[in-house]
């Protein structure tokens, strides 16, 4: 009887563990658990009003699929239509209306607040369902990492009336259930802001009670970022954006190109068709190409002042006696060395910066027309410099380069003294 | 065998001395060489038609093979590396400059990264450049994969070469800068029709276009059996990414430039010393040759005179026998001066290492600094480079409506 007592016992310590240890295991299973333990790249902040249970995330990045793409159309004001919006199912998101960043008059705009409705079974470019949405009581996150770690982007400034910024982190009136997102990825030029130099290592950081999506915004390739999405959903609202509710995507490139910075306020969506996506790609290009004229033309700077440099010590060494002067040519060869670094420019039609044609050079499409070479204006009765001395050479180089008229005159007077041409005073 | 007579000896001591100064005086004389040395400079060929815009050649030099594994052993105490570094961009910068100035050809530009992309290439390698002689080895190259030829360039000028009156301005060995120009010339203008022409610079335009966006027109360019790159068709006239990679290759010219200015600098800084190092070391160089090729003319001389003495002094001739110690004794005094020769000789070396040790610390810095300089335009531009190509795949996946394959995160 003890034994039978004994066994009972023991059979119902046995069942009472294993049902624990089956909770447990169930536990330890679920999709928050395992979104907080195994995830590193997420993190949900506490909502007070939202089940954690019913909070989904979704890292997956899902592929474009354009065909099946309704692309939200823009109305003036900013908003996208109703037809091809997703909508908030509550309607309680932060301000629902038409405050998306960049408006419908700026064309580089591809992320719009305001509602959004999903197309049945094509979820919109560049971002990802995960799962039904609008649920009731669930709320839907799907950050778009855009500006990848070696990608210019393009900065869009925040437009008057905007809520959040760069700098705050407002939050929904009310404490509403809102989430405030920032992702900044930024890239680091590697020599201290050189136009071109972004790219190099990126680093994502995040704010308290953000989602981050440093991860994946560090290894996504810059191609495709700013096209891949990852969405995470609950219940509550849809915000397939970079941010919610005043909170902004921040896709910086240090020192390197002009960054993206995304801001939306409230239930956003990418939104903006294939043509807008490329006029927002062909900003980023023209913005980059002019960082890149910019720094190759201060190269070209430094490089002419280093010469001008070089020909002064050139032409004191030569004048002291120096190597330069050696045999002589010290001085010519300066010049002529000078001549020969003036090499064809070409330039685009957007880049200052000179150049000159050599003889016999064509000009060709794609060249720079640069008109404006500067032609030592020669008086006729002044003969060719073959016959010059030093001192005749020198006084012909200062007449030439004299921008003064009176001056240039005088000049070439006394140019025609030193060689024994009649002057112009002698002669009137 | 019939004994012979002393007088019989004599003739034939005689006949063997005579022979041995024979030999010895042919063997001198198959040694010589005759060197001709001109002041005078080959005149450039210039293009007398107009070449239509589509037809001209774009040039890019790549900068020399320095050469410094194919060094003679009997150069090498001549040869400074430093200096041939420096020379490397020296000859190129001077290559390029001629055939800019004979204006038929594009833009002909120093080019010290991938060339594959220019419609004309040429490389060198330096072979010999002692102030005294310069042998390059040009090898030309079309964007096709054609090669045009390659052949060895040698000129050797004279001491009047460095007087600045008869340069008047020219490097020393521009006559041959200018008979690589010419054959260049001839050799486009006899195996190169217009539309061969054309062909190298689309090739060389979707080339570039390729290296952008390869997904786009990798499709355009082929490979044909002759490893000759051929094109298969050709892009819209307003295709668009073309438009956008013509505009990068505006930029690439410019970045081009950028360099250009570099190597001017660095041409600037370095031809007045240069010059004067070739002018002095041409001096040495001359006495060196000079002096070993006494030391090597006494030294066989004597050779053959201590033999030819040992020979005949055996003879029974008493002036045989005088004559063949006046051998040895000659023999000997002429290795001895072939000796103090080469002493001579070694001390004009030493003196050329003194030169070239001077003028290779004045220039290596600047050298090193040019390196530098381009290495690190090059970098940030190929960085610039990789991100446009980045953009421009974004906006043909765009443009196409493909599914650009993406970057799984790690779960």
């Known amino acids: 009887m003890k034994n039978m007592m004994n066994n009972s016992i023991f059979r119902l310590v046995t069942f009472s563990l294993t049902c624990a240890l089956s909770a447990a295991l169930q536990l330890c299973l679920s999709p928050h658990f395992a979104l907080a333990q195994e995830d590193p790249v997420f993190r949900v902040p506490e909502l007070p009003d939202v089940d954690p249970a019913r909070v989904q995330i979704n890292t997956d990045i899902v592929e474009r699929d354009r065909s099946a793409v309704a692309v939200p159309s823009f109305e003036d004001n900013g908003a996208p239509s109703s037809a091809n919006s997703y909508p908030n199912p509550q309607g309680s998101r932060g301000n629902s209306g038409n405050t998306g960043s960049g408006s419908g008059s700026s064309p580089s705009t591809i992320f719009s607040g305001g509602p959004i409705t999903p197309s049945p079974g094509s979820p919109p470019p560049n971002s990802t369902q995960s799962g039904p949405q609008g649920q009731s009581g669930g709320f839907d996150v799907n950050v778009s990492v855009s500006g990848g770690p070696q990608m210019p982007t393009l900065s869009i400034p925040t437009l008057p009336g905007m809520p959040g910024s760069p700098s705050s982190s407002p939050g929904s009136p009310g404490g509403q259930e809102t989430m405030n997102s920032s992702s900044r990825s930024s890239s680091n030029g590697s020599s201290g802001g050189g136009p071109t130099n972004g790219g190099s290592t990126s680093n994502s950081t995040s704010m308290p009670g953000d989602v981050i999506a440093s991860g994946q915004n560090g290894s996504q390739n810059s191609a495709q970022s700013g096209s891949t999405n990852e969405g995470s959903q609950g219940g509550g609202s849809d915000g397939s954006s970079s941010s919610s509710n005043g909170t902004l995507v921040d896709s910086t490139t240090n020192g390197t190109s002009p960054t993206v910075t995304e801001k939306t306020n409230g239930t956003t969506a990418v939104a903006g068709g294939g ?27 430094k490089a002419q002042n280093e010469a001008n440099a070089a020909g002064s010590d050139v032409m004191g060494s030569s004048g002291a006696g120096g190597s330069g002067g050696a045999d002589g040519s010290g001085d010519s060869d300066y010049a002529r060395v000078l001549d020969e670094a003036i090499v064809i420019a070409s330039s685009p039609d957007n880049s200052s910066g000179g150049g000159m044609l050599p003889e016999g050079a064509k000009v060709r499409e794609g060249d720079f027309a640069y008109n404006e070479q500067i032609v030592a204006n020669i008086p006729e009765d002044i003969p060719d410099a073959s016959d010059d001395d030093v001192v005749a050479r020198q006084l012909r180089e200062a007449a030439m380069s004299e921008p003064d008229a009176d001056l240039r005159e005088k000049l070439w007077d006394e140019y025609r003294r030193y060689v024994g041409l009649p002057t112009k005073t002698d002669s009137e | 065998m019939q ?29 010589a060489t005759q060197t001709v040395k001109s002041t005078s400079v080959t005149p450039m060929v210039e293009e007398k038609g107009i070449v239509a815009e589509e037809e001209l050649l774009d040039v890019a030099i790549g900068i020399m093979d320095a050469g410094l594994d194919d060094i003679p052993n009997n150069r090498e105490e001549l040869t400074f590396a430093d200096i041939r570094l420096a020379e490397t961009q020296f000859v190129s910068w001077q290559v390029s400059k001629t055939l800019q100035s004979n204006g038929s050809w594009g833009i002909v530009r120093v080019n010290p990264n991938e060339l594959e992309n220019t419609d004309v290439q040429v490389n060198g390698k330096i072979i010999q450049s002692d102030g005294e002689t310069m042998v390059v080895d040009i090898t030309v190259s079309d964007a096709t994969g054609r090669q045009w030829y390659t052949k060895e360039y040698k000129e050797v000028v004279s001491r009047f070469s460095y007087d600045p009156r008869q340069r008047r301005g020219n490097d020393p060995f521009q006559g041959m800068y200018n008979r690589i120009a010419n054959d260049m010339l001839a050799w486009r203008k006899k195996n190169l029709n217009n539309q061969q022409l054309v062909s190298i610079r689309t090739v060389a335009r979707l080339k570039f276009a390729q290296g952008f966006a390869p997904q786009v027109y990798s499709q355009y360019l082929s490979t044909d059996r002759r490893g000759m790159t051929v094109v298969n068709r050709m892009p819209a006239a307003n295709d668009p990414i073309l438009a956008r990679i013509d505009t990068i290759r505006e930029r690439d010219y410019m970045f081009i430039d950028a360099l250009q200015d570099y190597y001017a600098n660095f041409i600037l800084e370095m031809n007045a010393p240069y010059t004067e190092f070739r002018r002095l070391s041409y001096d040495e160089v001359m006495k060196y040759d000079k002096l070993k090729a006494d030391a090597r003319r006494n030294m066989i001389l004597g050779a053959a005179a201590i033999i030819g003495g040992i020979a005949a002094v055996q003879s029974d001739n008493a002036a045989v026998r005088y004559g063949a110690y006046g051998g040895l004794f000659g023999g000997g005094f002429l290795i001895k001066d072939a000796f ?8 004009h070396v030493e003196a050329l290492a003194e030169l070239g040790d001077s003028m290779q610390a004045e220039i290596a810095p600047k050298t090193i600094t040019l390196d530098e300089r381009v290495i690190t335009l090059t970098g940030t531009v190929n960085e610039q480079y990789t991100q446009w190509r980045e953009v421009l795949a974004d906006i043909y996946t765009e443009e196409v409506g493909d599914v650009a394959p993406t970057t799984r995160s790690p779960e």
């Open chain 2, 3 to 31: 004994a012979l007579q002393p007088n019989q000896h004599a003739i034939t001591g005689l006949h063997k001395t005579c022979l041995l100064t024979g030999l010895s005086w042919l063997l001198l004389v198959g040694c």
């Open chain 2, 340 to 347: 103090s020769t080469k002493d001579e000789a070694q001390m």
């Open chain 1, 275 to 301: 043509s807008a996506r490329i006029r927002v790609l062909d900003a980023r290009l023209e913005e980059s190409f002019g960082v890149f004229d910019g720094m190759i033309i201060s190269e070209r700077e």
